[in-house]
């Protein structure tokens, strides 16, 4: 795949600068991001209202999006997983969920997109398959952004929340992940509104800092996956460079500058975390914090030891939560039958080539 510049990486300034040095007005640039973004041209042939010689400069020097859709595998539960091929012939995942009609009505229309921010993983969460290849690059603000465009398009669905969750640790990605954010919430891209937005993280503490100090009110999700030290360890490396008390420290920052209620990611996996004692202390972290938690049930993952808990379990662990005035809820991992986990299904196409 060639390399061109892809334009759903540049703002619209940039756009503009571009266009300059090809001799064109400003307006050209209203006009194209206006097919791309509002009228979801994915060609520039396509763009009829400038001159057929723009658009052959345009064709030659850009590319609308830096994605080639290689497969597309879709749940039961209507979760839809697509991998995309880049340019130098990495794989990356991007999975859609519908909401759950036991939330939002079976009318809802509400449709999240969970978006990869690196190819792979240098932080070796051991229940995860993003880093089980380990990390190889990060994405630039395009190849990020062009996921929801390209999900969008594919399933003909109109995307109204993302979540930074997929392959890769997005904070360990700042300075592209904002550009992609800032991007995807212009009222010239995207359009979607920062409260739409989630970014989550392993637990990286200076860069939570950083990002607290940035005016959109974006909404923060750390994945804690262990209340103590001891358990978070054994499953997360990044603990021992960020322990628990240095991550609530910067999350204390985080809520002195934001609204927004963080919340914490917790998978239950059996006999590691899922304990009475783990759940109290899970308790005690999200009520100092304010925060709110979200249970997932571990999704399998060929290859590693861990199991899900039993559903007796997972209530009884959510019960002790909620009895101690904590908002948690548990959430039962969509796309299970489809390897919907970060990064299965970009692993096996790696494995295949």
Not at 11 to 36: F, K
Request: with cysteine; proline share 4%; net charge neutral.
């Amino acid at each position: 795949m060639s390399r061109l510049t892809a334009i759903t990486g540049l703002n619209r300034d940039e756009v503009e600068t571009r266009l300059h040095q090809l001799g064109e007005p400003d307006y050209r640039a209203t006009q194209i991001l206006d097919w791309i973004y509002a009228k979801g041209a994915m060609d520039f042939e396509a763009m009829t209202n400038l001159p057929a010689a723009l658009r052959s400069k345009l064709a030659e020097r850009f590319t609308i999006s830096p994605l080639r859709s290689v497969e597309g595998t879709r749940s039961g539960d209507t979760t839809r997983k697509y991998l995309y091929q880049l340019h130098d012939g990495r794989y990356i995942e991007t999975v859609l969920i519908p909401a759950s009609p036991a939330l939002y009505g079976e009318s809802s229309d509400r449709y999240t997109l969970c978006v990869s921010s690196q190819v792979g993983c240098a932080y070796g969460c051991k229940f995860c398959a993003s880093g089980l290849d380990g990390f190889a690059r990060n994405l630039d603000a395009g190849e990020i952004a062009a996921q929801v465009l390209a999900a969008g398009e594919e399933s003909g669905k109109k995307i109204n929340n993302i979540v930074f969750m997929g392959m890769g640790e997005p904070l360990a990605n700042l300075p592209n992940l904002l550009k992609a954010i800032a991007i995807i919430n212009a009222p010239w891209g995207i359009g979607i509104g920062a409260r739409h937005m989630t970014v989550s993280t392993s637990g990286l503490a200076p860069q939570i800092r950083e990002f607290a100090d940035q005016p959109l009110q974006v909404r923060l999700a750390v994945s804690l996956h262990g209340a103590s030290d001891e358990v978070r360890e054994k499953i997360m490396p990044v603990n021992k460079k960020y322990p628990i008390n240095e991550l609530l420290d910067s999350l204390r920052y985080y809520n002195s500058k934001k609204k927004q209620k963080i919340t914490f990611e917790y998978i239950l996996i059996e006999d590691i975390n899922d304990s009475e004692e783990q759940a109290r202390s899970l308790a005690t972290l999200a009520y100092s914090l304010n925060a709110k938690i979200n249970l997932i049930p571990y999704n399998k993952v060929e290859g590693l030891p861990w199991a899900r808990p039993s559903e007796a379990v997972q209530e009884d662990f959510l019960n002790t939560l909620t009895s101690r005035g904590v908002h948690a809820t548990l959430r039962r991992e969509k796309g299970h039958d489809i390897e919907a986990a970060c990064g299965q299904l970009r692993l096996r196409k790696e494995q295949e080539g």
